[in-house]
């Protein structure tokens, strides 16, 4: 399939249906670096393969479609979920939503903010809310919430370079990330109408964003 334009997918494209998630009506389509797999915690999933045309990147024309699945004990699933000795916590499911949490009392455990199916590749075409929150305040103290990644392998959100190259390895951000890419937006307060901290995309190591109070907004779009 030809990557995906501001005309959407020429060729044709992928699309998965979690059960018990909302309808994304994303679509995936053009190249992958590295070994790309989908994590789903749904009892099920519908997949569907649209071609529309053969596209005109390979050679002789062919199209070939090969899948492979498995089964992974919540156990084994130590990068998503953590192991005995460093547990994650992820947050509450926001009810009827795809991807929205609420994170509360960072301060007594080791808080993880995950793009949804973390290792794995991302849905299409979502916006994700991640409000983190301190509620008890100490009398005469000041809450400050702070986010960071200081693993860059631990960062990578999709822009337009198809091939993958780790000189491209930067963290961009404000007017760099443009509607077709993907974006993580960070608000300083507990909504989309609170001062804006930064928005970035790309992918390397984020240094501590930090807010002026006791609530941050983290809103995470994909595009479709």
């Known amino acids: ?9 020429p060729d044709g494209h992928m699309s998965i249906q979690e059960s018990e998630r909302p309808l994304t009506g994303g679509q995936w389509c053009g190249s992958a670096w590295g070994y790309t797999v989908y ?20 050679i002789g024309y062919n199209f070939d479609f ?13 990068l998503r979920y953590g192991n005995r000795s460093v547990a994650s916590w992820r947050g509450d499911l926001v009810p009827d939503s795809y991807c929205d949490r609420i994170l509360e009392g960072c301060d007594t ?6 793009s949804p199916n973390y290792p794995g590749v991302y849905p299409r075409n979502i916006t994700c809310y991640y409000r983190v929150e301190h509620r008890q305040i100490q009398r005469g103290k000041h809450v400050l919430l702070a986010v960071r990644q200081r693993n860059s ?4 959100i999709k822009d337009q370079i198809v091939k993958y190259d780790r000189s491209q ?15 993580l937006t960070v608000y300083d307060g507990g909504s989309t109408t609170d001062p804006v901290l930064v928005r970035l995309c790309g992918g390397d ?16 779009h994909t595009s479709p």
């Not at 399939?1 to 997918?9: K, L, Q």
């Not at 749904?42 to 390979?58: F, K, M, P």
């Not at 930090?210 to 941050?216: A, E, F, I, Y």
Request: glycine fraction near 4%; charge should be positive.
């Open 1 to 9: 399939f030809v990557s995906f334009t501001t005309d959407g997918c």
């Open 205 to 220: 190591a984020v240094p501590d964003i930090v807010s002026s109070g006791n609530n941050m907004l983290l809103e995470f």
């Open 169 to 183: 390895r930067v963290l961009r951000v404000w007017d760099q990330c443009n509607v077709v890419q993907d974006y």
């Open 39 to 58: 994590y789903s915690e749904t009892r099920s999933l519908n997949l569907t393969l649209q071609l529309d045309r053969l596209s005109e990147q390979g």
């Open 109 to 114: 455990r080791p808080c993880r903010i995950q």
């Open 153 to 156: 392998h631990k960062v990578h």
């Open 66 to 78: 090969k899948l492979a699945y498995k089964f992974l004990k919540k156990g084994e699933a130590h």
